[in-house]
């Protein structure tokens, strides 16, 4: 029974709601995983909070309206909508004045029906809107954090105001690196819980059974080996890479397929690509003797793999690399991750770590051999915890000495990609520009270097 009643002692108190924050149909499936494997305690009502993020909402599904939902609907008692409670705002540039707050929270109340209810929010990553704005408008709310991706992996991108902090309890994440420590809120002490693999993987078999677009498209698996698939993630989108860089990544994916010996490729396009780029694809296979099929209906990457079974998953830095591997056991390579640790701007980007851990974890598809990650010692929880500190070196300046000892015994010139010269120059790092010799230009140095550290904190 999904949900349970307050019976004997104590019965007749406020009812508990459990409303759970979800943008995307992985996150969605990230929640049901976790409440199948018993990761939340049983409450009067749970509620599911979806947000559709679109830059433009009204030409994007949301999340209950995309194929498979129906399956973990009914895991949930009813589903909101927040778009339609703040309406006309966008749920990415919307967030409550302070002095606002108790009306906001009393008009939710009333929308949602939530009465006197005592509240618990599972939410997405809370340091950006919306998933931050929800947090504030339940003030007495306890807080779980789920993280649906690779970011997890490193530091809290920004600082989050304590009284928001301090009430998460936990984050729960998918075991994508085993060995692995998130450093995602590790701050204010929140206890990192791992969703077991094998539930996420029983609700993606369920959104299987009921995702028919891979056959529509003419891509299904045969009885010999499986198709090479090609992530792709529209980085143009944000500013890391220009159109024309990121088609010709993707072409590079083409060929380094083809290369180890794939005839068979399937691509599955960001669905913010430009139509152009996959036509582009298309004519790159057909001059290589191999045959490209676009995918470009909405399904998550880990269906294809059950119903595709693919020989190789071939990406940049996707998630969808980690859980291929990880969960699925399929052969994977990266492409491109090197140029964009220089590229990724400012430093503290948020997707640096995870493309520093596809990037020392995956095998280069042009260079090296698809397989498996290499497994996390040591020196990959390290490296980790010095970039981690470089990135965020106001929120995590307990992470100093790591960095320190990293940087003295691992810097050399294959990990000296993962930093920057002058970041570390900044933050007095090993690694550092040399100080000049002469006494005056030392003095105008060290007095660059505390102006850079003000800005920074």
């Given at each position: 029974?999904r949900t349970t009643?307050?019976?004997?002692?104590?019965?007749?108190?406020?009812?508990?709601?459990?409303?759970?924050?979800?943008?995307?149909?992985?996150?969605?499936?990230?929640?049901?995983?976790?409440?199948?494997?018993?990761?939340?305690?049983?409450?009067?009502?749970?509620?599911?909070?979806?947000?559709?993020?679109?830059?433009?909402?009204?030409?994007?599904?949301?999340?209950?309206?995309m194929p498979g939902?129906?399956?973990?609907?009914?895991?949930?008692?009813?589903?909101?909508?927040?778009?339609?409670?703040?309406?006309?705002?966008?749920?990415?540039?919307?967030?409550?004045?302070?002095?606002?707050?108790?009306?906001?929270?009393?008009?939710l109340r009333m929308?949602?029906?939530?009465?006197?209810?005592?509240?618990?929010?599972?939410?997405?990553?809370?340091?950006?809107?919306?998933?931050?704005?929800?947090?504030?408008?339940?003030?007495?709310?306890?807080?779980?954090?789920?993280?649906?991706?690779?970011?997890?992996?490193?530091?809290?991108?920004?600082?989050?105001?304590?009284?928001?902090?301090?009430?998460?309890?936990?984050?729960?994440?998918?075991?994508?690196?085993?060995?692995?420590?998130?450093?995602?809120?590790?701050?204010?002490?929140?206890?990192?819980?791992?969703?077991?693999?094998?539930?996420?993987?029983?609700?993606?078999?369920?959104?299987?059974?009921?995702?028919?677009?891979?056959?529509?498209?003419?891509?299904?698996?045969?009885?010999?080996?499986?198709?090479?698939?090609?992530?792709?993630?529209?980085?143009?989108?944000?500013?890391?890479?220009?159109?024309?860089?990121?088609?010709?990544?993707?072409?590079?994916?083409?060929?380094?397929?083809?290369?180890?010996?794939?005839?068979?490729?399937?691509?599955?396009?960001?669905?913010?690509?430009?139509?152009?780029?996959?036509?582009?694809?298309?004519?790159?296979?057909?001059?290589?003797?191999?045959?490209?099929?676009?995918?470009?209906?909405?399904?998550?990457?880990?269906?294809?793999?059950?119903?595709?079974?693919?020989?190789?998953?071939?990406?940049?830095?996707?998630?969808?690399?980690?859980?291929?591997?990880?969960?699925?056991?399929?052969?994977?390579?990266?492409?491109?991750?090197?140029?964009?640790?220089?590229?990724?701007?400012?430093?503290?980007?948020?997707?640096?770590?995870?493309?520093?851990?596809?990037?020392?974890?995956?095998?280069?598809?042009?260079?090296?051999?698809?397989?498996?990650?290499?497994?996390?010692?040591?020196?990959?929880?390290?490296?980790?915890?010095?970039?981690?500190?470089?990135?965020?070196?106001?929120?995590?300046?307990?992470?100093?000495?790591?960095?320190?000892?990293?940087?003295?015994?691992?810097?050399?010139?294959?990990?000296?990609?993962?930093?920057?010269?002058?970041?570390?120059?900044?933050?007095?790092?090993?690694?550092?520009?040399?100080?000049?010799?002469?006494?005056?230009?030392?003095?105008?140095?060290?007095?660059?270097?505390?102006?850079?550290?003000?800005?920074?904190?």
């Amino acid at each position: 029974m999904r949900t349970t009643t307050s019976t004997g002692p104590g019965a007749g108190t406020a009812r508990s709601t459990q409303i759970f924050f979800a943008s995307t149909l992985y996150g969605a499936a990230t929640l049901a995983a976790a409440l199948d494997s018993g990761c939340f305690a049983p409450a009067d009502r749970r509620l599911l909070l979806v947000s559709n993020n679109a830059t433009t909402p009204e030409t994007a599904p949301p999340v209950d309206r995309m194929p498979g939902f129906e399956r973990l609907r009914g895991r949930f008692d009813g589903v909101l909508s927040w778009n339609e409670a703040i309406s006309p705002f966008h749920p990415g540039g919307w967030s409550p004045r302070p002095d606002d707050v108790p009306m906001w929270e009393r008009h939710l109340r009333m929308l949602w029906d939530l009465g006197d209810d005592r509240i618990e929010l599972a939410l997405e990553s809370i340091q950006v809107n919306p998933a931050l704005a929800v947090a504030q408008l339940f003030p007495d709310a306890r807080l779980d954090v789920y993280a649906d991706g690779l970011m997890s992996y490193g530091p809290t991108r920004n600082r989050i105001d304590p009284l928001v902090g301090e009430r998460v309890r936990r984050l729960l994440h998918l075991d994508l690196v085993p060995g692995l420590t998130p450093l995602l809120l590790e701050e204010f002490g929140a206890r990192p819980e791992t969703v077991p693999t094998e539930a996420f993987t029983k609700v993606v078999a369920e959104l299987s059974a009921d995702a028919g677009e891979a056959e529509e498209a003419g891509v299904a698996a045969d009885e010999g080996e499986g198709p090479a698939l090609l992530l792709g993630q529209y980085l143009a989108a944000l500013g890391i890479l220009t159109a024309e860089e990121e088609e010709d990544l993707h072409v590079r994916m083409v060929r380094g397929a083809v290369a180890h010996g794939h005839r068979r490729l399937v691509f599955k396009p960001h669905p913010m690509a430009p139509a152009a780029w996959s036509r582009a694809l298309e004519r790159e296979a057909e001059g290589l003797g191999a045959e490209l099929t676009v995918l470009d209906r909405p399904v998550l990457a880990e269906v294809l793999y059950r119903r595709l079974r693919p020989a190789l998953v071939v990406g940049c830095f996707s998630t969808a690399l980690l859980t291929a591997s990880t969960f699925y056991g399929i052969p994977v390579a990266r492409a491109g991750t090197e140029p964009l640790l220089d590229r990724l701007k400012p430093y503290q980007n948020s997707n640096r770590v995870p493309v520093t851990l596809v990037d020392t974890l995956l095998p280069d598809l042009e260079t090296g051999h698809p397989g498996a990650p290499r497994p996390v010692d040591e020196e990959v929880s390290g490296l980790v915890r010095a970039v981690g500190f470089a990135m965020q070196p106001q929120v995590r300046a307990d992470l100093r000495v790591a960095a320190e000892a990293y940087l003295t015994a691992r810097l050399t010139a294959g990990t000296a990609r993962y930093f920057k010269r002058r970041r570390l120059t900044v933050l007095g790092l090993p690694g550092s520009l040399p100080v000049p010799r002469h006494a005056a230009v030392r003095r105008m140095a060290r007095r660059v270097l505390r102006l850079k550290r003000a800005a920074l904190g």
